[in-house]
């Protein structure tokens, strides 16, 4: 059962300097235990946000992707200088290569992971509000784009059903009918998509799109839980910025496998980043209690 997000009623703003965050911690930390707790972090809030659906993804789909990343770096990659046997071509098989394959698969998916999460709480509205102002071509694109996608598959399932209906489904008749039943549902999806495209543009420009002085209505408001989780988001920024230029999260693969060490120091810097990482699933976990309690009052 998917449950209700409470970090996605914040302001559009803190949720997109939060994903921005957490996105570009996990792209620059190689450290194992950053990536681990980045990789956790998202698991957790998509399994919030979608339950079981994300658990059949990450079984289904990231996982045999990670397998498959670690498996074929060593077989590409022979730096390192520990050796531990010799492929039948001839290349060495390092530690470090094997070492670095797991790490790369585990910050594939996580990244992953993290643009899932990104997709279901920065709608196009949410991208829109932000960036409509700043860069109103490219905001326009980008929201149409990713509102047309479950648009255009919601409508595609509408008109296999319909062509189901009458026997000219894709999986209908023999190989030659098949085909045909498919250029027929393209036909029809590609029609319906140009003329989905002029009667957006019709509309827009009815409603006065990219007249000066045009106004635009918006439903968010910066208010003061919002200033807290911003000073929150700013304080995890400024001390994780600050461990990684001491070098506490730092970790290196080639020529030998080395980096930060777990002093009390450097977990100061991990247990930040954790929190950073859990900070959607905590507000959403204080705002199901408050519910579970306001329930228990009735």
Not at 74 to 100: C, D, K, R
Not at 201 to 230: E, P, W
Request: hydrophobic content about 50%; glycine content about 8%.
């Amino acid at each position: 059962m998917q449950n209700r997000d409470a970090f996605s009623s914040y302001h559009p703003l803190v949720n997109f300097l939060y994903f921005a965050l957490v996105l570009g911690c996990t792209m620059f930390f190689m450290h194992p235990v950053s990536l681990c707790i980045s990789l956790a972090g998202a698991l957790s809030y998509g399994i919030y946000l979608k339950g079981w659906k994300m658990v059949r993804f990450t079984l289904f789909y990231l996982l045999p992707m990670m397998l498959m990343a670690a498996i074929l770096n060593p077989a590409f990659n022979h730096a390192g200088v520990t050796i531990l046997t010799y492929l039948p071509s001839g290349n060495p098989l390092t530690l470090e290569s094997i070492a670095y394959g797991i790490g790369a698969a585990g910050m594939l998916a996580a990244v992953i992971l993290w643009f899932s999460c990104y997709t279901e709480v920065m709608t196009s509205d949410k991208f829109g509000y932000l960036f409509g102002r700043i860069i109103p071509a490219l905001s326009l694109i980008l929201s149409m784009t990713l509102r047309f996608v479950p648009k255009y598959q919601a409508q595609f399932r509408v008109v296999r059903e319909a062509q189901k209906c009458v026997g000219r489904d894709i999986s209908d008749g023999g190989i030659i009918s098949r085909i045909k039943h498919t250029v027929t549902i393209f036909s029809i999806m590609v029609t319906w998509a140009l003329e989905n495209a002029i009667e957006t543009a019709d509309s827009m420009k009815s409603r006065g799109y990219g007249l000066k002085g045009r106004t635009a209505f918006s439903i968010y408001r910066f208010d003061g839980r919002d200033k807290m989780v911003l000073l929150w988001l700013l304080f995890c920024s400024v001390f994780i910025a600050i461990g990684a230029l001491c070098g506490g999260m730092a970790w290196g693969y080639f020529p030998v496998i080395q980096g930060a060490e777990l002093i009390p120091l450097n977990v100061g810097f991990q247990l930040v980043y954790l929190a950073l990482c859990f900070t959607p699933v905590f507000l959403d976990r204080r705002e199901d209690r408050k519910w579970n309690c306001l329930q228990s009052e009735i």
